[in-house]
């Protein structure tokens, strides 16, 4: 994965499906039927692990006011947060 190859996904799956791994091979069929967007994803060099960061805290400040804040507090801290 860090080599950003994804033409080589056909060949790994091929090696999970010689195994006798049941939830392995599973995943790898799975991989299958949307394989052209996973091989997009494997070979691009865009991350999207900023936006997940951000989500992330976004997600725990809302859990925090959870019950107890509306939304124009939590806007205001989700704003001011570091």
């Known amino acids: 994965m860090h080599e950003h190859r994804g033409e080589g996904l056909h060949e790994c799956i091929e090696q999970v499906r010689q195994r006798d791994l049941?939830?392995?091979?599973?995943?790898?069929?799975?991989?299958?039927?949307?394989?052209?967007?996973?091989?997009a994803g494997l070979s691009s060099t865009w991350s999207s692990g900023q936006v997940e960061g951000q989500v992330t805290r976004v997600k725990l400040i809302k859990r925090k006011g959870y019950g107890r804040a509306n939304l124009d507090l939590i806007r205001r801290r989700i704003l001011l947060a570091d």
């Open 22 to 39: 049941p939830a392995l091979r599973q995943f790898a069929d799975g991989l299958l039927h949307d394989r052209d967007a996973v091989i």
